[in-house]
T-cell receptor, first 114, second 111 residues
Framework: NAGVTQTPKFQVLKTGQSMTLQCAQD?????MYWYRQDPGMGLRLIYY???????DKGEVPNGYNVSRLNKREFSLRLESAAPSQTSVYFC?????????????FGDGTRLSIL | QKEVEQNSGPLSVPEGAIASLNCTYS??????FFWYRQYSGKSPELIMF????GDKEDGRFTAQLNKASQYVSLLIRDSQPSDSATYLC???????????FGKGTSLLVTP
């Protein structure tokens, strides 16, 4: 009964390094999301995938890319990490549109960029 | 930018009291409203969701929605120290997929 699984849980990078955050869900959900959470800023949507094969930008997509690998997996890539990307990253999933299906979150990845 | 506003708190209530958490939103087109609880260092956990005007009750929790006033609230009855957490209000955006989150209200329930 894993739900939404994120790896890694913690990571420290140097400025300019690249990194892929992994997310997988076992709830047969259609939609998946990546958020970042910063102190005083709340949760902000980076990218989402409404269904397998589609991705769309959220509020703060700059500096990130995503891949919806299959229905279960949605990855987030930082091509050239910057200190401003130090944050806690949450992956979430929902059965469909959140207008009638709540989102469920993974445990998060705590990422520090030095 | 669609805004969701919450008092940051901390809101302090004694054990056994009713905690009232409030949220206002700017987008009149928002259709669905969610309350998440987040313990320090943990991920958001869904508490309740509400789609229609009025009250929705689930155990000790009651969500209240007033679309005309663009206001949603969460009442926690018989508050317990274990309810101490940050409560996030979330509102649907235009796409039907994006959620706009407030910055959260910190609740402290004192024994």
């Amino acid at each position: 009964n894993a739900g939404v699984t994120q790896t890694p849980k913690f990571q420290v990078l140097k400025t300019g390094q690249s990194m892929t955050l992994q997310c997988a869900q076992d709830m047969n959900h259609n939609s998946m999301y990546w958020y970042r959470q910063d102190p005083g800023m709340g949760l902000r949507l980076i990218y989402y995938s409404a269904s397998e094969g589609t991705t769309d930008k959220g509020e703060v997509p700059n500096g990130y890319n995503v891949s919806r690998l299959n229905k279960r997996e949605f990855s987030l890539r930082l091509e050239s990490a910057a200190p401003s990307q130090t944050s806690v990253y949450f992956c979430a999933s929902s059965r469909g549109q959140v207008s009638n299906q709540p989102q469920h979150f993974g445990d998060g990845t705590r990422l520090s960029i030095l | 930018q669609k805004e969701v506003e919450q008092n940051s708190g901390p809101l302090s209530v004694p054990e056994g009291a009713i905690a009232s958490l409030n949220c206002t939103y700017s987008d009149r087109g928002s259709q669905s409203f969610f309350w998440y609880r987040q313990y320090s260092g943990k991920s958001p956990e869904l508490i309740m969701f509400i789609y229609s005007n009025g009250d929705k009750e689930d155990g000790r929790f009651t969500a209240q929605l007033n679309k005309a006033s663009q206001y949603v609230s969460l009442l926690i009855r018989d508050s317990q120290p274990s309810d101490s957490a940050t409560y996030l209000c979330a509102v649907t955006g235009n796409s039907g997929y994006a959620l706009n989150f407030g910055k959260g209200t910190s609740l402290l329930v004192t024994p």
